[in-house]
Every structure is written in structure tokens, then in C-alpha cells.
């Protein structure tokens, strides 16, 4: 009796696995758990975050550009602060690398690895001019300084245009000396201060420029089509599983009646 109902049994399950629909409520029991399964990856948020470090980092290039010019000017300059500007930037561009390989080995999609390589080498180029511009120009503005004591001690030799030429050095703007004729006490020193302002001039031209900010827009770019595609996607996740779930349902109830009916 027990090897009867057994043999029944069996016999039973051989013909029920050969029946089409019960093949097609695994598959779509397959595809409705993988349907979940992509839900449930966090692809949005990890674009969304890199998104907003991008986004950040141009907010931090923009302010450290407005220290920058105050650096430039002589006015109001805190060099403290100035340099950890500097070096947040440093630090977004070596930690957005290394996020960006942590992204590659978790299967994300990824921008090109020369566009990262270039903007971290950008960056960090861009850094290492500035912190050589801070630290020259203070010191020129002490110098300048120096020069305007010496130039109020002999009022009655200077020229107009002197101050005028040595104001807009200060402003950052490269000055020639021409046809100037000075007193041999500031002589030497306008000379030297004029020319180390030609080479921090030079300086200020290798930063001050939207290199790094082009870079960055085009990772910004690439994160958000990102995004945009995982949004897309997520919003026809939920049709899908709906759609799958209906046809689920009449398949197993087909299922079921053909078994009642067999």
C-alpha cells in the first residue's frame, strides 16, 4: 500500500512537472525575485552621493578662489584658513579616486578612469600652486610694505605714477617699470618687488583658470545621466513587478484549474 501511494505519487509530480504552466509560474517567480532584487540595489543613492561630493567640491574651488583674491589683494587674509581650504580640496580629490575604485570592484558603473586620473592630477597640481602662491605673496605684501614706509621718508623724490604702478602690483596686475626714475634708496627694492610680482603673476595663471572646474563638470555629468538612468529604472521596476505579479496569479489559478480538471 505505502509503495502504491508512493509509486502515485511520484507519477504524479513527474506529470505535473511536465505541464507548461508550472514551468511558467517558476520563471516568473524567477523574474518577479530578480525584479526585487534590482529594487532593492542602491545604485540612486550612491550617484546621488557622488553627485553631491562633485557638487560640493565646486563649491569649496569657488570659495577657496574668493580667499584667493583676498590673498592677492593684501586684504583681510587668513593664511590658516586659506591653507585648509587647500587642503579639503586635496583631500576631495585623492578620496574621489579612491571612491571610484571602490565603485568599479562593487559592480557600479564608473566614469572613464583617465577623466578621475586627470581630475585628481589637476587638483592637486592646482593646490601645489597655491600653496606657493600663499605663502610668496604674503611675503611680497610685507615687502610692498616695507617700500611704502620707505617711499613716506622720501615723499619729496617720489613720482605719482610710482604709487600708481605699485598699486596696481599689488592689485595682481603685471607692471613695468618703463622710464621711471627713482630714488637710489627704493630703487633696488621697487626693482625686485616689481619682478618677483611678474613671477607671481605667472603663478596666478597656472591656477586661476577652469581646468579643474571642467574636469569636475564632466565626472558631474557622467554621475548624473547615472542617476537619471537608475531613476528611470526604478520607476518601471514597480509596472513591471505588478505586471508579472497579475500573470503570476492567472497562471497559477490556470494551473490549478487544469489539476482539478485532470
Known sequence: MNGQTKKTIAETLHMKIQTPWIWLV???????????????????????????????????DASLMR?????????????????????????????FEAGIQKLE?????????A??????SSVLAKVSCLQRYLSERLAWHDDLERVYRLMEMNSSDIDLSLLRKLDSARAGYDVLLDDLVLPESINKRVVSLLEKNRNLHNVWNQFDNDKTLSV??????FFQMEYVKEISLSAKVPLAFYFLSLVLLLATFFFIFKSNKD
Open 26 to 60: 517558476v520563471v516568473l517567480t524567477i523574474c518577479l525575485t530578480a525584479l526585487f532584487y534590482v529594487s532593492q540595489k542602491p545604485q540612486v543613492a550612491v550617484y546621488s552621493q557622488y553627485v553631491k561630493s562633485l557638487c560640493d567640491y565646486q563649491f569649496a
Open 105 to 113: 570592484q562593487s559592480g557600479f558603473s564608473a566614469p572613464p578612469a
Open 115 to 120: 577623466s578621475v586620473s586627470q581630475f585628481k
Open 216 to 221: 569636475s563638470d564632466e565626472l558631474l555629468h
Open 67 to 95: 580667499s584667493m583674491e583676498r590673498v592677492r589683494s593684501g586684504y583681510e587674509v587668513d593664511s590658516a584658513v586659506v591653507l585648509a581650504q587647500m587642503m579639503t580640496l586635496r583631500e576631495v580629490a585623492l578620496s
